[in-house]
C-alpha cells in the first residue's frame, strides 16, 4: 500500500504507520493509557518515542479492560518521514523497546484517511473456557475455568439468540448516554469444543463496554441451569426492563482480529493460536 504524508501535532512530513499488536493482560493492565503509564498504550507510545527522539501518540481500535489479552489489536502511529517504510525495520525496532507481554507483529502503511478505531468495521473476540477434569497450572489467568458437567448444546442455543441486530443495554456496563445507540449487530456467535477447552467467537459491527464478557457470562449461566433460555430473550426483546449481571471474569478473554474496507489494512496472518 502507498501512503502519504500526514498532518500530526501541526508537523507536516510524518508518515501514518499502522500496526497489528499482540499482548497478555494477565498482569491487569488494559489497552488504554493509565495515569500511572502502565497500560499497554503507555508502553507503546514509550517505545516509538524512544525510537523516534519525540513525543509519539498511539491511537488504538479500542479498549480492552483490564485482565483482557489480544492477538490482533490494532494501532496507528504518525512518524517523521526519514525513517524506512520497512516492516522488519519497525518490528525489530519497536519490538527491541517492549516488555516480554507486548509485541508489534504486522505493520503496513494505510491510505492517508485510514484510523484504527474509526475505520474499523467489525471486530472479533474469542473467549476461552476450560472444562478439563484437572486445571493445567499453564493456564491460569488466560482462560476461565468452569470445569464438567456443562450443557454445551444449551450453550449454543443462547449464542444463537445474540445473532443479528439488537439493542445490547441489558449486557452492557457503566452508564449509557442518551445520546448513544446501544445497537449492535452481531455476525457470528459460535462455540467449538477441544480437547478440554470451549472456544466461543463473538463477530460484530461493535461491542459495548464489557459486552463480549456480559454475552459469555449470561451465556454460561443457561449453560450451569441457573437461567433459561427465555431469560436472555427477554433481556434482547426489553432491555429498558432488565440488565445481567454476570460478566465472565476478563483472563479468559482475547482480542483476535480488527476488520477494516478493503484496501485499509492486509490481512493478518495469525501464525499460533493464543492456547493457554
Not at 491487569?28 to 513525543?55: M, N, P, T, Y
Request: hydrophobic share 40%; with cysteine.
Amino acid at each position: 500500500m502507498v501512503g502519504c504524508e500526514q498532518e500530526a501535532d501541526g508537523v507536516r512530513g510524518d508518515v501514518r504507520l499502522a500496526f497489528r499488536v499482540a499482548y497478555l493482560g494477565t498482569a491487569g493492565r488494559g489497552r488504554q493509557s493509565q495515569a500511572d503509564g502502565s497500560g499497554i498504550q503507555d508502553e507503546v507510545g514509550r517505545s516509538f518515542e524512544a525510537l523516534c527522539g519525540k513525543g509519539v501518540r498511539v491511537h488504538g481500535a479500542g479498549r480492552t479492560d483490564a485482565g483482557v489479552h489480544a492477538v490482533g489489536q490494532v494501532v496507528h502511529v504518525d512518524v517523521p518521514r526519514k525513517f524506512p517504510l520497512v516492516e522488519d525495520f519497525w518490528l525489530r525496532a519497536v519490538n527491541a523497546r517492549l516488555g516480554c507481554g507486548v509485541r508489534v507483529w504486522q505493520m503496513w502503511v494505510p491510505p492517508c484517511d485510514f484510523h484504527a478505531r474509526f475505520s474499523a468495521l467489525r471486530k472479533r473476540y474469542c473467549y476461552l473456557l476450560d472444562t478439563s477434569r484437572i486445571e493445567m497450572p499453564f493456564r491460569h489467568g488466560r482462560v476461565w475455568r468452569v470445569g464438567e458437567g456443562v450443557d454445551w448444546e444449551a450453550a449454543r442455543e443462547v449464542l444463537r439468540c445474540f445473532m443479528g441486530r439488537h439493542d445490547f443495554r441489558s449486557f452492557c456496563a457503566g452508564d449509557v448516554k442518551p445520546e448513544e445507540s446501544t445497537v449492535r449487530e452481531v455476525y457470528r456467535a459460535e462455540l467449538l469444543e477441544e480437547g478440554g477447552m470451549v472456544r466461543i467467537e463473538l463477530e460484530a459491527n461493535g461491542f459495548l463496554q464489557r459486552m463480549v464478557r456480559m454475552l459469555v457470562g449470561a451465556t454460561v449461566r443457561v449453560a450451569l441451569g441457573k437461567e433459561k433460555r427465555e431469560w436472555i430473550v427477554r433481556l434482547l426483546e426489553n432491555p429498558q426492563k432488565g440488565a445481567s449481571r454476570y460478566a465472565a471474569p476478563a483472563c479468559g478473554l482475547y482480542l483476535m482480529d480488527v476488520i477494516y474496507p478493503v484496501g485499509y489494512a492486509p490481512k493478518g496472518e495469525l501464525t499460533f493460536f493464543p492456547r493457554p
